[in-house]
């Protein structure tokens, strides 16, 4: 099976964007949906976060979401350890979730593939790419949080220039029926690629 990785920066509307495979019936795996599930499901990752953040890290066995973020927000190595712990149990929650797949390609939605050199766990990669205008107007709309800390979260990640070429598919989400289009093309091609192997 074809594992596509979906991949952009923050705001760049990866999740609209898988959606759209989505409704062309490719079986979609978000990464960050399935961490978070993941951190208030499992015990060992509950015990291993609660060491890590302290005994505020969950409020009636809930994530504290705005706690962990205020700790990670400027201390790189604090988030580099979170993800140590984290990112191994979603691994392994996506394999077993790849085995019951049944389509010619999945795709894995994951903000950073390339800021954790993971490319060479896919076949291919599409980034979703959007102006920094209209990154900050999503992340405004969807979050309790500010400009300042967008643009924080912005200058940290890869930039898109560095993602696009390093991709295999790139998709310009400006206008939502030109990204539906960019979709269907790259959906097509995909099946072509299955098609002639």
């Known amino acids: 099976m074809i594992i596509v990785g979906l991949t952009g920066g923050i705001g760049s509307g990866k999740t609209t964007v898988a959606k759209m495979f989505e409704a062309l019936g490719v079986p979609i795996y978000i990464a960050d949906v ?6 208030n499901s499992s015990k060992v990752l509950k015990k291993k976060l609660t060491t890590l953040f302290g005994e505020e890290t ?19 190595s604090l988030l580099a350890q979170m993800n140590s712990v984290v990112h ?7 394999k077993q979730w790849l085995k019951k797949q049944k389509s ?3 795709i894995k939605e ?11 766990e896919y076949d291919y990669i599409i980034t979703v790419t959007a102006s ?18 967008i643009l924080n979260i912005i200058k940290n990640q890869m930039s898109d220039e560095e993602k696009v070429k390093r991709s295999d ?13 960019q979709v269907l093309k790259i959906h097509n091609k995909i099946l072509k690629i299955i098609a002639d192997r």
């Not at 191994?88 to 996506?94: H, I, R, T």
């Not at 900050?136 to 969807?142: G, S, T």
């Open 58 to 76: 969950y409020i009636d066995d809930e994530l504290n979401r705005p706690y962990i973020a205020s700790k990670i927000f400027n201390d790189a």
């Open 169 to 181: 598919f790139v998709i310009v989400n400006n206008r939502l029926e030109e990204t539906k289009v």
């Open 88 to 94: 191994p149990k979603v691994g392994k929650d996506f």
């Open 132 to 149: 920094t205008k209209d990154k900050i107007a999503r992340v405004l709309e969807r979050d309790n949080t500010s400009e300042a800390k």
């Open 104 to 106: 010619k390609y999945i």
């Open 34 to 39: 399935e961490a978070k599930r993941l951190m």
């Open 110 to 120: 994951a903000a950073i593939i390339f800021e954790h050199r993971m490319q060479s």
